[in-house]
Nanobody
Framework: QVQLVESGGGLVQPGGSLRLSCAAS????????MSWYRQAPGKERELVAT???????NYADSVKGRFTISRDNAKNTVWLQMNSLNTEDTAVYYC?????????WGQGTQVTVSS
């Protein structure tokens, strides 16, 4: 059974940082493109960052230069380092794993940016 478990969310002040983690099990992690998504209240889920199996990364324009996605295939883990957070980054953040037609999601972790 595939499981993606996110952690590291919380309350942070504007300008602060958080590091999200996603631990995967039940799949061949190195085969999967790993991504972080987020969904703010009243908004659709949006793609934040992707780490391909090759190691290449892509980011939404709104987070470029502030967020960094990384993965360790030996640890079956993907991280999202978030710096210079602002109130617009408040959302539930989800980890996603994709391999051709297979897609899996974690349960999400709440990130709240507020003073």
């Amino acid at each position: 059974q595939v499981q993606l478990v996110e952690s590291g969310g919380g309350l942070v002040q504007p300008g602060g940082s958080l590091r999200l983690s996603c631990a995967a099990s039940g799949l061949t992690f190195s085969w999967y493109r790993m991504s972080w998504y987020r969904q703010a209240p009243g908004k659709e889920r949006e793609l934040v960052a992707t780490a391909a199996t090759t190691g290449s990364t892509n980011y939404a324009d709104s987070v470029k230069g502030r967020f960094t996605i990384s993965r360790d295939n030996a640890k079956n883990t993907v991280w999202l380092q978030m710096n210079s957070l602002n109130t617009e980054d408040t959302a539930v953040y989800y980890c996603g794993a994709d391999y051709f037609s297979l897609s899996y999601w974690g349960q999400g972790t709440q990130v709240t940016v507020s003073s």
